[in-house]
């Protein structure tokens, strides 16, 4: 997919809250849940992170999704590799 290079937090997060959506049953995802509180374990936030990685060309690295504990600690991640993409 195309890079998002007028991405915004809010159009980020937007995105990422509907990949979990995909990946679990919880229709209650904000900015502040937590990755693990909505039913995400390991394999499924790798499987996150893939989605995420081929929908914003972008890379991260495996220690970049050990220190991930929101949906916002994501979304700003994310924004943060476009950003250095451009």
């Known amino acids: 997919m195309a890079?998002?290079?007028?991405?915004?937090?809010?159009?980020?997060?937007?995105?990422?809250?509907?990949l979990v959506r995909a990946e679990v049953?919880?229709?209650?995802?904000?900015?502040?849940?937590?990755?693990?509180?909505?039913?995400?374990d390991s394999l499924?936030?790798?499987?996150?992170?893939f989605k995420i990685e081929e929908r914003y060309d972008i890379f991260l690295e495996d220690e970049d999704?050990?220190?991930?504990?929101?949906?916002?600690?994501l979304a700003a991640l994310v924004l943060r590799r476009v950003q250095e993409q451009s």
Do not use: F, P, W, Y
Not at 8 to 13: E, L, M, Q, R
Not at 44 to 49: A, C, F, Q, R
Not at 65 to 73: E, F, I, Y
């Open 3 to 18: 890079k998002h290079n007028s991405a915004t937090i809010d159009a980020v997060t937007e995105e990422i809250i509907d």
């Open 65 to 73: 999704a050990d220190n991930l504990l929101t949906v916002g600690d």
């Open 44 to 49: 499924k936030i790798m499987s996150l992170i």
């Open 25 to 40: 049953e919880a229709v209650d995802i904000t900015a502040d849940s937590t990755l693990q509180s909505r039913g995400l």
